[in-house]
Each structure stands twice: as C-alpha cells, then as structure tokens.
C-alpha cells in the first residue's frame, strides 16, 4: 500500500519525480556534464551535429528556460563549426549558472578559441564559479592554473585557503588514476605557493 501512495504523490507531484530525457539530451549530452540526465553523444559527424542542433532548438520550444538544453544546443553548435553562436550561447547559459557551460566557457577562453574573449582572467571567473558549483574538471583547472601563474595579473577569487578547500573536496571526488596523480601533484605545488 505504501508504495502505491508513493507513486501516486510521485505523478501527482511531477517536480518530485525524475526529469525525463529528451531528443536533445539523447543527442546532445556531454559525457563529462554532471548534470546530464542521459548518456553523452560524441557529435562526431555532421549529421549528429545537425540531428542534435534540431532536436535542442526542438526541445527550447517546449522548454526554453531549460539551462541543460541550452548547453548542448550551445555544444552542438560548437562542434558543428558555428563558433560564433556556440560561444554566445554557451557564455549566456554560463551566466545563467549552468557549471558546465562555465567550466566550458572557461576552456574556450583558456584554449583561445576564435570568438572567445583573450583575456584569461574571464576564465578564472567562470572556472571559479564552475569549480563551487561542484564541478570537479573545473575545480582542478582552477587550482592547476593558480598555481602556475597563468591567472597572474587577475583578481585572484581564491586564497591559499579556498585552494586546499577545494583541493581536498577534489581529492573526495576524484574518480580515476589520472585524477588522483594531478590531486597528488597539485598538492605538492600548494605547499610553496605563496599566493
């Protein structure tokens, strides 16, 4: 009987049950996103391109303040070599709060991506935000990028201390060897750093 009460409040009360997969993320997910709610696409062709790209713009009709949809529009756009409103979307969603948009966001900066602005203190800002928001790819490029003076010049957001914090969640979270080597090398590298 319990459970039959608990699947009726469940589809009475749609907010408390699982967010279904769309077209979108079925095509346009990224692996590594953390808020994902299907398995990542790789977009390697032009037709998944193009297929992903349809079915977000698709999906934005019916849902266009869903950020997750935004972000792989934005990603499938990137990939299908329309730069320029990649980057624009990808910052907007960024800006929005989407931590994967703003690690991203951060790495097109870092990567000079064309369209991108130059400046890398831009990506400090967004890997930092990406990186307390929870995103691990963006708290260890944060680290790894203060400690060898890339964001020299910018107005540091993190001091020694937010480091070996969110060094340490990083350590928690950290899901593979390679992961754990760079965590084992970036600590040596905290303890000379004078911040």
């Known amino acids: 009987m319990r459970i039959l009460l608990a699947v009726v409040l469940l589809l009475s009360f749609p907010a408390f049950a699982a967010e279904q997969a769309t077209e979108c993320d ?18 390697k ?3 998944d391109q193009q297929a992903a790209i349809a079915a977000c713009q698709a999906d934005l009709a019916k849902q266009p303040n869903n950020l997750r949809i935004h972000y792989q529009l934005a990603r499938a756009l990137f990939y299908a070599g329309n730069t320029e409103r990649g980057i624009a979307e990808m910052k907007t969603v960024a800006d929005a709060g989407y931590r994967q948009a703003q690690f ?12 991108a602005p130059a400046d890398i203190c831009v990506a400090e800002d967004y890997w930092w935000k990406s990186a307390n928001a929870g995103r691990q790819a963006a708290r260890l490029s ?3 990028h203060t400690l060898k ?8 957001h993190a001091t020694k201390a937010d ?5 340490a969640v990083s350590l928690k979270e950290q899901d593979d ?6 965590i084992e090398d970036l600590k040596e590298m905290l303890v000379s750093y004078k911040g």
């Open 26 to 43: 079925r095509l346009g997910a990224h692996h590594d996103d953390p808020d994902r709610i299907a398995p990542g696409a790789p977009l």
């Open 45 to 47: 062709t032009a037709a």
């Open 104 to 115: 991203v966001y951060g790495a097109f900066i870092n990567n000079k991506r064309p369209g």
């Open 142 to 144: 944060y680290i790894r």
């Open 149 to 156: 003076g890339k964001f020299a010049g910018c107005k540091l």
């Open 163 to 167: 480091l070996e914090r969110l060094l």
């Open 177 to 182: 060897y390679y992961q754990r080597v760079l």
